[in-house]
C-alpha cells in the first residue's frame, strides 16, 4: 500500500510538470507546422547584439597585456591537435600550413595538399563537392565560414578577413583585427604584416613591431614567425626611414635570442646583414655563429672575415680552420653583408693575411713597432705583445 500510494505521488507530479513544459516537452510549433528553433542566422544576430564582434583599437589592442594561450584549439583551427595534420599524424608548421576550404576550419599538411589538390573536398553521388570533415557542400563555404566569423570564432575570423582581402581591403583588416582581439597569434602576425605595409591601414612600423612582439607573447611556437617578420621591419627602418637606432633595438634583440626554435639560417642571415649595415660587425659576427649551429656551415668563413675587420686574428684564424673543416663552400660576405661564393685562392690570400697579421703581433711591439726577441719579449697583453718600452 505504500508503494503503491508512493508511485501515484510520483506520477502527479510528473504529469504536472510536464504540463508546464507544454505537454510532455514538445517543441512549440509555428504555423507552417516546423519546429520553433534557434537557428545559427539567429545565434549570429543575438552575437552582434550582445556586443562580440566590438574590438579595440589598433593602438590598444597593440599595447595591451595578454595571458599566453594554454592550446590552440579552436583559435588557429578546429584540429583535435593543431600542431597535426587533420587526415595524417604528420606534423604542419603554423603561419605556413595549408587551411582545408574554409568551411570547418580543419587544417592540412603540404603533404596531404599535394595528394589531394581538392583541398579536402570530395564529389557525391550526385558529382557535388562536398568537404569530408563536415559534408557542406563547396559552394556554401564561404557563407558558412560567415556565419562561424559573426559568432567570434577566432580562425574564421581570420579566414574571412584573408578571403576579403581582395574584395575590400579595409574590411578584410576589420576581420583579422576581430580575430587577433581574440588571442589568434596567426591573425597577430598577419594584422602586423598589414602595418607594416600599409595594405589595408596606415603604414606604422612600430604598431607591426608591437604586433610582431604581442603574437609571440601568445605562444612560443609563433617565436620564429615572428623573428622573421621582426628582421624585415628592421630592414625597412634602415632602408626607407634612416631610423638606425630602432632598427639596431631590434636585431640586437635577435642576436640575444636564446631560443633555438626561434631562429633559423634565414633570420640569422637577415639579422647579420643589417647588423653589418648599421656598422656592429662584431655583434654580426655573434648573429653568424648561431647560424653556423643551427646548419648554416657556409657562415663560417664569413665569421672569420668578421673577426678579421675587428682585428680579432687569433678569432679569425679559429674559425678559418672551422671553415676548413666543414667545407663551407668559402662564402665570404659582401658590402651589404649577404653571403658569396668565392674561390680557393681567394680562401687562400685571407689565410695568409691571417697569418702575416698574427706574425707580426709576435714579432713586433705594439708600442713602439720595434723587432722582438726571445729576450726582449714581455708578457702578452690580450692579442698583443709589448717590449721593455711600454
Same mark, same amino acid.
Given at each position: 500500500f505504500f &508503494?503503491? &500510494? *508512493?508511485?501515484?505521488? &510520483?506520477?502527479?507530479?510528473?504529469?504536472? +510538470?510536464?504540463?508546464?513544459?507544454?505537454?510532455?516537452?514538445?517543441? +512549440?510549433k509555428s504555423a507552417s507546422g516546423s519546429t520553433n528553433e534557434t537557428s545559427v542566422s539567429a545565434r549570429v544576430r543575438?552575437?552582434?547584439?550582445?556586443? +562580440? *564582434?566590438? *574590438?579595440?583599437?589598433?593602438?590598444e589592442l597593440?599595447?595591451?597585456?595578454? *595571458?599566453?594561450?594554454?592550446?590552440? +584549439?579552436?583559435i588557429v583551427s578546429t584540429n583535435d591537435d593543431p600542431g597535426r595534420c587533420a587526415v595524417c599524424p604528420g606534423n604542419i608548421e603554423l603561419c605556413t600550413s595549408i587551411v582545408c576550404g574554409g568551411c570547418c576550419g580543419k587544417r592540412l599538411c603540404d603533404a596531404c595538399f599535394d595528394a589531394d589538390r581538392n583541398c579536402g573536398y570530395a564529389a557525391d553521388i550526385l558529382g557535388e563537392n562536398r568537404c569530408i570533415f563536415c559534408n557542406c557542400l563547396k559552394s556554401q563555404r564561404v557563407s558558412l565560414l560567415r556565419e562561424e566569423a559573426m559568432l567570434g570564432k577566432?580562425?574564421?575570423?581570420?579566414?574571412?578577413?584573408?578571403?576579403?582581402?581582395?574584395?575590400?581591403?579595409?574590411?578584410?583588416t576589420s576581420w583579422i583585427m576581430k580575430s587577433a582581439a581574440h588571442c589568434n597569434p596567426e591573425a597577430t602576425i598577419e594584422l602586423s604584416e598589414l602595418h607594416r605595409f600599409g595594405s589595408g591601414c596606415p603604414r606604422d612600423l612600430s604598431l607591426a613591431q608591437a604586433y610582431a612582439k604581442r603574437a609571440r607573447s601568445l605562444h612560443a611556437s609563433f617565436a620564429l614567425a615572428c623573428n622573421t617578420v621582426l628582421v624585415g621591419i628592421a630592414a625597412q627602418h634602415i632602408e626607407e626611414d634612416g631610423?638606425?637606432?630602432?632598427?639596431?633595438?631590434?636585431?640586437?634583440?635577435?642576436?640575444?635570442?636564446?631560443d633555438r626554435n626561434a631562429l633559423d639560417r634565414s633570420v640569422c642571415s637577415a639579422a647579420a646583414s643589417g647588423l653589418v649595415r648599421i656598422g656592429e660587425p662584431q655583434v654580426s659576427a655573434l648573429v653568424h655563429v648561431k647560424s653556423f649551429c643551427f646548419g648554416r656551415i657556409e657562415s663560417a668563413l664569413a665569421t672569420c672575415e668578421y673577426y678579421f675587420m675587428m682585428e680579432k686574428f687569433a678569432l679569425s684564424k679559429l674559425w678559418l680552420s672551422v671553415a676548413c673543416k666543414t667545407k663551407s663552400g668559402f662564402s665570404l660576405p659582401k658590402a651589404d653583408g649577404t653571403l658569396e661564393p668565392t674561390t680557393w685562392p681567394v680562401f687562400k690570400q685571407l689565410r695568409d693575411g691571417i697569418?702575416?697579421?698574427?706574425?707580426?703581433?709576435?714579432?713586433? $711591439?705594439?708600442? $713602439?713597432?720595434?723587432?722582438?726577441?726571445?729576450?726582449t719579449r714581455r708578457l702578452c697583453r690580450g692579442c698583443r705583445a709589448y717590449c721593455y718600452c711600454s
Open positions: &508503494l503503491l &500510494l *508512493t508511485s501515484r505521488r &510520483l506520477a502527479g507530479k510528473m504529469g504536472k +510538470k510536464s504540463k508546464r513544459r507544454g505537454g510532455g516537452g514538445g517543441g +512549440k543575438s552575437a552582434v547584439l550582445v556586443g +562580440k *564582434t566590438d *574590438t579595440p583599437s589598433a593602438l597593440a599595447y595591451s597585456e595578454c *595571458t599566453p594561450l594554454r592550446s590552440l +584549439k579552436g577566432p580562425w574564421a575570423e581570420h579566414l574571412y578577413g584573408l578571403f576579403l582581402e581582395n574584395i575590400s581591403s579595409q574590411e578584410a631610423a638606425v637606432e630602432e632598427a639596431k633595438a631590434i636585431l640586437f634583440d635577435i642576436a640575444k635570442e636564446a697569418r702575416s697579421k698574427l706574425r707580426k703581433i709576435r714579432d713586433s $711591439c705594439s708600442g $713602439c713597432d720595434a723587432a722582438l726577441q726571445g729576450d
